[in-house]
């Protein structure tokens, strides 16, 4: 029973297979002519615009021109053969590649090779229309090679005397480079079948073509490290003379805790704002750090499947890429390394600040509460003095209801002496009220012991 299509495969499991077979290679026999062009567009970076859509419509205008159906919108990768020449278009995640092979009929030199290639079938309208988008322009010339294995008079002229990189590579091929742009405005690449097996020569040629596609889109992080570079030094320089005036600001501590809080305050905004300009400052580099360490991992690998034998007297492509790309990626390493050491030196600037800032606010308003402290002292002096007051004032009024009462008995006929008797209370009367508003006094302050743990707590809590 077949199952391939039917309902008993995982929705994804035919996508997911057909993945690993979604990019292959040309198949070529020497002699052969390729133009290849990585098509990077610059606005594919913002997330508002898709990369995708805007490659699909370049292919399609280049199909549209030979009167060929152009691939689905959701396609990412395309093959024709238009008769003079044949097309291979991948789409990535930024750019989209377009390799442009001719075969060659006859025995070429390889400087005749160069003057017939592919790219002469394209029409330059289409060319026109990638102003500002190709990040990659290459020839290669996939030659018949011989047993010889140095550079001769003539890959010297291809080359206008250039410093060459070479090898041998994959137990049957050569490969020769200077990965310098000519005055045509390609790189160009020199492969040597000297025995390569069947379809060896498609994957090797493939594997140089990324070599140079992922070299030049990893150092597009080499511009944003240079132009950071500056940035990160004057941040740098900013913090370090805010982290002088924060030493500065301890003796207008000990001076004046008001002016000083106001001080640490104004050291607080201006390390926010160095921290604001730093995260707009990684937010702008971390995406294009990130790609450029995974192009380079691309390359290295890339190089290790040539397996590379060196030519005597002339550097591999290995050493080539260890000695020029390498200290460009070391170089966007350490800058984002620099920018999160930045992050966390500002990170705990800024803690240590804020606590400084509260262990200043913490002691006004320590001050603050001795204050209250004082004024409550004052204040209890002043009750106990208005209470002395008050049991004079009571004692009097009752002194005088009672001689009142007094002289009202001795009107009803009893034997009496209103005053002498009003004077003998005078005592009694003074203890009573004494003894009375000492236990109203005593009842206040049971009540204001209670809630005063309570009160304690919440300043407690203000403080932490």
């Not at 160009?188 to 079948?193: A, E, G, I, N, S």
Request: one cysteine or more.
């Amino acid at each position: 029973m077949a199952i391939v299509y039917s309902s008993l495969n995982h929705p994804l499991r035919v996508p997911l297979a057909a993945e690993v077979h979604s990019r292959p290679f040309l198949r070529l026999v020497a002699q052969e002519s390729l133009t290849h062009l990585a098509v990077y567009d610059r606005e594919g970076s913002n997330a508002s615009s898709s990369n995708s859509a805007t490659q699909h419509a370049i292919l399609t205008a280049l199909c549209t021109h030979f009167g060929v159906a152009a691939p689905g919108s959701d396609a990412k990768c395309f093959f024709h053969d238009f008769g003079r020449f044949r097309l291979k278009w991948e789409c990535h995640t930024e750019f989209a590649t377009y390799t442009f092979a001719e075969s060659q009929e006859g025995s070429l030199s390889v400087v005749d090779a160069f003057d017939r290639v592919p790219i002469l079938h394209v029409p330059q309208e289409w060319l026109v229309s990638l102003q500002g988008k190709i990040m990659v322009a290459a020839h290669v010339v996939l030659d018949q090679g011989s047993a010889a294995s140095e550079p001769s008079a003539e890959m010297r002229r291809v080359f206008d005397g250039n410093v060459l990189a070479g090898s041998k590579v994959l137990q049957g091929g050569e490969i020769w480079t200077d990965f310098v742009i000519q005055s045509d405005g390609f790189t160009r690449f020199v492969v040597r079948d000297n025995g390569l097996r069947d379809q060896q020569a498609g994957r090797l040629v493939q594997r140089v073509l990324e070599i140079e596609t992922y070299r030049m889109m990893a150092l597009l992080g080499l511009p944003h490290a240079q132009h950071a570079t500056p940035m990160l030094s004057a941040i740098e320089g900013e913090l370090a003379t805010l982290t002088a005036a924060m030493t500065d600001t301890d003796e207008a501590i000990a001076e004046a805790l008001s002016r000083a809080v106001d001080d640490e305050k104004e050291l607080l905004r201006s390390i926010t704002g160095l921290a604001a300009r730093l995260e707009k400052l990684s937010l702008d580099n971390s995406y294009r750090f990130s790609a450029s360490k995974a192009y380079f991992r691309l390359v290295r690998a890339r190089i290790q499947e040539l397996r590379e034998i060196r030519i005597e007297g002339v550097p591999t492509v290995d050493e080539f890429m260890d000695r020029r790309l390498a200290p460009a990626m070391s170089t966007c390493e350490s800058i984002a390394r620099r920018q999160e050491a930045l992050a966390g030196r500002i990170a705990h600037t800024n803690d240590l600040l804020r606590t400084r800032v509260g262990i200043v606010q913490e002691q006004q308003n320590r001050k603050i509460l001795e204050s209250m402290n004082r004024r409550a002292a004052q204040q209890l002096r002043l009750q106990q003095a208005v209470e002395g007051l008050s049991v004079v004032a009571i004692s009097y009024y009752l002194a005088g209801l009672f001689n009142y009462a007094g002289k009202a008995l001795k009107a009803a006929g009893w034997l009496i002496n209103p005053d002498m008797a009003t004077g003998m209370l005078i005592p009694v009367i003074a203890s009573g009220v004494w003894l009375g508003l000492r236990q109203v006094y005593k009842g206040v302050n049971k009540h204001t012991d209670a809630v005063a743990p309570s009160v304690s707590a919440l300043y407690k809590a203000a403080e932490s």
